[in-house]
């Protein structure tokens, strides 16, 4: 397929540039038995802290040997691949964070809005709502200081929440039914992080699930998720593993040995110094009934390219997509004495057909980080016959179907980015804000009549009625956004259905978006109609 608005390759290759090196910080870094963590002890002194106690006992100045290693160690990193990383003491809770499925907090999503906080949400059963705060609130105070009108970080409003299990946080609540301030006691708990995002019936007989990282609870979050949708007549599924980074290695193949026979090759590693092991299926397949259908794209990474590998070297489902990241290392996290670790490449991930899923990176770390630009820029997400792979990288699957080798998972049916309704005036209104602004107000200023419809669509069909893309459009006129006829209209499909999904988001979270975003997801709209077709691989 050729490109109909060349307009969006001046700021995708930019964007792509930037999330890449945010979204592999959660990349997979644990091998098949790496759970547990190593305290680092110095040999005897070597050239570099001969060099250290040189410096400490000779430089002009005083300066802390700490402050040395901070520099040492991640330049030495740095002349290894793109996956070894050192991570301070500081910055290393952050970073685990979003793969142990939980913090402590008071279990609120929140929004900030003219500089005031807006409760989005409440977790089900968390401390905030057994107090009895409610979407659409406002924080004014948080332990007696004010926070609303003082130009506070959303990271400053979190430090302010958070806090250990059993503590307590004062805040004080504006709400639009109440007079007065209102302030509650919540008592901080302990607050799951959910990995499968949202799992819902697309029609009568295909169940969806999408899978955002690969946590300590994501496997537990799967088969809650496959159990509900049989219930309600799955026969098939559409796992989506787009723009999921990777996490922990067990989650993705105990996920993987759900769909597949007992003795089935899931992956295996092997590494220098790191002997071959091999993961294979066992018995206890609950979703081996279940066609299926795995959505990639070129965000989908590390363990969400071995789950995706091992159903398609087996021929077990469809992928569906755009070629994934090609991140195949496997990092061992080495714990120092003062807190911060290393994460150090030990090994390489390979499919059941020995592909090995790791891309090159002998170019250096900005050339790898730079790889999906260059992809963009060389038309591949546009068109899959601009992928050109050697003979040497082809491997057959046990049914006879070839599948390549050289970095990422190339799908069995390629989907390109769509750029059908690209508009200048679709890029204004997306990258200032202005579709998630207004569906915040709509919903904060309409949010018992939402809550009274019966689901996503009945919100969808009351929005629809009620003209709410001419009501966006005022809008934008008023925030200053020019008028463009053709933009408007070239982007009407789009622009609309994302007005109403963010709407819904707001009043039923991810069940709400999920549902409408879809009509205009030309990936998992491909994947219902082969899982339809009867396709499997």
């Known amino acids: 397929m050729k490109i109909t608005d060349k307009g969006i390759r001046l700021y995708f290759p930019i964007a792509l540039a930037l999330a890449v090196i945010v ?16 305290t680092f002890v110095y040999n005897e002194p070597n050239k570099i802290n001969k060099v250290t106690n040189y410096i400490q006992q000779n430089y002009v100045d005083s300066v802390a040997e700490s402050n040395l290693a901070e520099a040492a160690i991640p330049a030495m990193l740095k002349k290894l691949d793109p996956h070894s990383v050192y991570i301070s003491a500081k910055d290393l809770k952050e970073v685990n964070e979003p793969l142990k499925g939980n913090f402590d907090g008071i279990g609120i999503q929140f929004s900030m809005q003219q500089d005031t906080v807006v409760v989005i949400s409440t977790i089900s059963g968390g401390p905030s709502e057994m107090v009895g705060i409610q979407p659409g609130d406002r924080i004014v105070e948080v332990d007696g200081k004010v926070v609303a009108g003082q130009d506070l970080s959303s990271n400053k409003i979190v430090d302010m929440l958070k806090g250990k299990r059993g503590t307590e946080v004062e805040v004080g609540v504006k709400r639009q039914t109440a007079d007065d301030l209102l302030h509650f006691t919540i008592t901080r708990d302990e607050i799951p992080l959910y990995s499968v995002d949202v799992s819902y019936m697309v029609n009568d007989s295909i169940g969806y699930v999408k899978i955002s990282r690969f946590a300590k609870t994501t496997y537990e979050e799967f088969l809650k998720a496959v159990k509900k949708l049989k219930k309600k007549g799955a026969k098939k599924l559409m796992l989506d593993l787009r723009d999921n980074s990777g996490g922990y290695l067990n989650a993705a193949t105990s996920i993987a040995d759900e769909f597949l026979k007992e003795g089935k090759l899931i992956v295996y590693t092997q590494g220098r110094n790191s002997p071959k092991q091999q993961i294979y299926a066992s018995s206890k397949g609950s ?36 070629r994934s990241f090609g991140k195949g290392l496997v990092q061992e996290q080495i714990r120092l004495s003062d807190g911060s670790a290393i994460r150090l490449t030990v090994a390489r991930y390979h499919t059941p057909t020995g592909r090995c899923i790791q891309k090159p990176y002998e170019g250096g770390r900005e050339q790898y980080y730079n790889d999906l630009s260059e992809r963009f820029k060389h038309g591949e997400f546009f068109d899959a016959d601009s992928i050109d792979f050697a003979d040497s990288l082809k491997y057959t699957t046990p049914e006879g179907d070839i599948v390549y080798g050289g970095g990422g ?10 750029t059908t309704y690209n508009s200048s005036f679709f890029s204004r209104v997306r990258n200032q804000g202005t579709i998630y602004n207004f569906a915040f107000h709509y919903a904060d200023a309409n949010r018992q009549t939402l809550k009274n419809l019966d689901g996503p669509q009945d919100i969808a069909t009351y929005l629809e009625q009620n003209n709410i893309y001419k009501e966006f459009l005022d809008y934008a006129y008023q925030q200053g956004i020019a008028r463009d006829l053709e933009g408007t209209e070239k982007s009407r499909e789009v622009i609309n259905t994302r007005v109403k999904a963010y709407i819904a988001r707001n009043i039923l979270n991810n069940e709400g978006f999920y549902p409408i975003i879809h009509n205009v997801d030309r990936t998992m709209q491909r994947g219902t109609e082969l899982l339809t077709r009867g396709e499997k691989g």
Request: aromatic share 6%; hydrophobic share 40%; proline share 3%.
């Open 23 to 38: 979204g592999l910080l959660l990349g997979n870094y644990l091998g098949q038995n790496h759970s547990g963590e190593q």
């Open 409 to 418: 998972i190339m799908p069995d049916y390629f989907v390109p980015v769509d």
């Open 287 to 322: 979703s081996q009934d279940l066609d299926v259908a795995v959505l990639i794209n070129e965000w989908s990474a590390s363990a969400s390219e071995i789950l995706a590998g091992a159903v398609q070297d087996n021929d077990r489902g469809i992928i569906v997509g755009r």
